[in-house]
């Protein structure tokens, strides 16, 4: 079955941190626009059209979620 939807959509294999691939996997739930098939804890088949996309989004999360140092006030 993953061999038939390949050649319809082809794919880039992606291998990442479980951490980021859950990042990965909340961005496309909503519309499913990015992931072909869910390998396993570390490794997904994305579109490979989407691929910038899905990398533009995915930064875009990461500095929505990186904290900005806490300034102590002290010079």
Known sequence: MLLAIMLINPGVLVECDPS???IVL???QD?????IED????TLVIKESQLPS???RLEQE???TQQM???S???
Request: hydrophobic share 35%; proline share 4%.
């Open 26 to 28: 909340k961005i496309d």
């Open 62 to 64: 990461l500095a929505n």
């Open 31 to 35: 519309k499913h626009d990015y992931i």
């Open 54 to 56: 899905l990398k533009a």
């Open 39 to 42: 390998l396993d804890d570390q």
């Open 73 to 75: 006030g002290s010079d």
């Open 20 to 22: 980021i691939k859950a």
């Open 69 to 71: 140092p806490e300034d």
